[in-house]
RNA sequence: GCCCUUGUAGCUUAAUGGAUAAAGCAGGACUCUUCUAAGGUCUUGAUGUAGGUUCGAUUCCUACCGGGGGCACCA
């Protein structure tokens, strides 16, 4: 609908005109709205509120009839528009019909890489790994739906001295059945006691650095030991994502990159980019203003970052993506910085958009990082079972018509959509301190809420018994919208298509959230205020019920791109 | 010290440089013979400090104060 607005008065002001269409929070301020004679007024010298009355007369005299109610000025100098009935019936009818609702083309022939999740081979997935996981998956599904083809990229963490540590303490510690029978418990303990004991005996670091520069020379033993660890860990993954309902389209991890080290090394050196120091190999960064970046240790091992190097390389070539998305957190912003402006030097990915996203910590209760060493870290898998716990209990409160398999179900669902919704409708780059009563909370603005409201939708229509194919557009009349819930209700769902494309160019999952919020309070105040299945105004009674699905599809397809699943009955 | 990030109501958070700063929780008062009360209605209450840019600043810039994270052989 923005978009129509705009082209109405493009064609009214110049094709090149500026201008921007708001929907203001209050229908008092008309239910579109332009600075547009703000901006000129300034440009033209001229006092906006006045330039803002010419105008909006133009507007009303050139604007297709009957499009528009009424077009205002008002101060300082803001253009207001209230849309007519029949404007209003006109594009719920579009709206309805139109099976890419939502849908955007920004990304029309263009290739994105997502890349999230990223656990580390032999940890544990704690709650940190929730977030990266989380807006990693919806970031990627809104993209898509703009248009994009979307790659979703796991890089697992599975290389590095760490596994040369694993390896060292599996060799002095470690015993076959215990890793068999619970492999990344096991796993992860070999891996804290490494490192308690190294407090103790500095030199076991030393031991650590050694095994993971014979695995990475191609120690048979080594190499048996790490594939192993792997696969076991793997498998564990994998049961976790199918919780979370998270999938990927890569799986390529650190290690595939690890035949090309020597190489990435060598171009750098032979096209002066890195340079020796204190026997290790780095690229001074002092012309973009960054620390030295090391890419290989004294020892001729590698590091993350030559490994990210060979990656981007990888990617720039096989894909030729558009844009490169990292959901990592904010804790390596100065590794990403490092990673880029090396890309720069080499003059890769020009006019490729290579894009940290960054997002804020998941901090413990004490405010303090979380840590898998210190075992202050919330394991993911706890978390989820304690929320799927707790929302049963809620469950058997609430609803005691389900069946017992219709419960599990329900809490199921509620537990994981309240545990995303929480995370994806805040900003981003702001720490979250861990805290359980605000992850399970299943009243006001919470999953639940919009899952509920989806439910109360569909009991209408279950109720009306209507098929879905009776749901013609063709029933809408005019005359009968009178509600002002009703005619606000339809107003949200023009905007959904608009806030699907900027939740994609500002990689922004709350601004998604946030609208599907007021959608869903948009269709309460309906569902209180307007009798549906009790009207026995035919015509009348059938917009409602296009409405009702229409409203339903739209909170569907939002919370869908959220990952937050809906449910028939909750 | 430098870099990234953050500071909005008692608490947790919204707000492409716009109009009267928007919600949830907690507190108080109502509301189930209309379709699911995990709902709806009413109510108390806020932009860290000091400057600057602007017709207009929660938003941009500078300084300061406070929180979190990072800064060469970890990822």
């Known amino acids: ?13 110049g094709a090149d005109a500026p201008i921007d269409i708001s929907v203001p929070d209050e229908e008092l301020f008309g239910h579109y709205s332009t600075n547009f004679a703000l901006r000129q007024g300034k440009i033209k010298g001229v006092p906006p509120l006045e330039l803002a009355k010419e ?10 009839a009957g499009f528009f109610q009424k077009v205002e000025a008002a101060a300082p100098g803001f253009i207001n528009f209230w849309l007519s009935n029949e404007t209003i019936q006109r594009e719920f009818v579009r709206i309805a019909r139109d099976k890419k609702y939502g849908a955007g083309d920004a990304g029309k022939g263009k290739t994105v890489i997502v890349e999230y999740s990223d656990p580390n081979i032999a940890k544990k997935m704690h709650v940190g790994h929730m977030r990266t996981t989380i807006i990693g998956a919806a970031l990627a599904n809104i993209l898509e739906l703009s248009g994009y083809r979307v790659v979703r990229w796991n890089y697992l963490g599975d290389w590095g001295t760490q596994f040369g540590k694993l390896i060292a303490a599996y060799k002095m510690w470690g015993d076959k059945k215990s ?3 619970d492999p990344i418990e096991t796993l992860q303990r070999l891996y804290v006691r490494f490192h308690e004991e190294m407090k103790a005996d ?9 095994e993971f520069k014979k695995l990475e020379d191609g120690d048979h033993e080594n190499r ?3 594939e192993w660890f792997k696969k076991e860990s793997l498998d564990e993954f994998k049961r976790i994502y199918k919780l979370l309902d998270v999938d990927f389209d890569v799986w390529i991890g650190e290690a595939f990159f690890e035949r090309e080290m020597k190489d990435t090394v060598k171009e750098l050196m032979d096209k002066h980019i890195a340079e020796r120091s204190e026997g290790a190999v780095v690229v001074k960064l002092d012309a973009a203003g960054l620390p030295p970046a090391l890419i290989q240790k004294s020892d001729g091992a590698s590091l993350y970052l030559t490994r990210d190097i060979a990656n981007l390389r990888y990617r720039l070539k096989k894909y030729k993506p558009a844009k490169i998305l990292y959901i ?7 590794a990403f910085e490092q990673l880029f402006a090396v890309a720069k030097l080499l003059g890769w990915g020009e006019g490729v958009e290579l894009k940290h996203i960054k997002y804020g910590l998941v901090l413990g209760e004490s405010g303090k990082k979380l840590s898998t060493r210190e ?6 898998e706890g978390v989820i079972a304690e929320a799927i716990s707790r929302a049963g209990d809620v469950v058997a409160t609430k609803n005691t018509d389900l069946s017992p398999k219709e419960k599990d179900e329900v809490a199921t669902v509620v537990a994981l959509g309240a545990l995303r919704y929480n995370d994806l409708k805040e900003n981003r780059t702001t720490d979250i301190v861990f ?6 909370d299943f009243s006001g603005d919470s999953a639940p809420y919009l899952q509920y409201t989806y439910a109360r939708l569909k009991s209408i229509l279950r109720k009306s018994g209507v098929r879905k194919s009776d749901l013609r557009p063709a029933s809408v009349d005019v005359t009968t919208l009178a509600h002002m819930t009703e005619l606000a209700l339809m107003r949200k769902l023009f905007e959904f298509p608009d806030i699907v494309a900027r939740a994609g160019e500002l990689y922004s999952t709350s601004t998604l959230a946030v609208y599907l919020y007021k959608l869903a309070v948009a269709a309460n105040k309906f569902y209180e205020t307007t009798p549906i299945l009790k009207d026995d105004n035919v015509a009348r009674r059938a917009v409602r019920l296009l409405l009702v699905a229409t409203a339903a599809r739209a909170l569907q397809k939002g919370l869908g791109l959220l990952g937050i699943k809906t449910l028939e009955k909750i």
């Open 179 to 181: 890793v068999e029978k």
């Open 1 to 13: 609908m923005t978009q129509e607005i705009i082209i109405i008065l493009k064609k009214i002001f």
């Open 328 to 334: 990592v957190g904010n804790e390596q912003a100065l």
């Open 55 to 64: 105008y909006a007369a133009r507007i009303s005299a050139a604007a297709p």
């Open 375 to 380: 075992g202050t870290a919330q394991l993911l």
């Open 224 to 226: 048996r030991l790490w």
């Open 435 to 440: 805290n359980w009563e605000k992850m399970l």
């Open 202 to 210: 500095p030199a076991l670091e030393k031991r650590g650095q050694e």
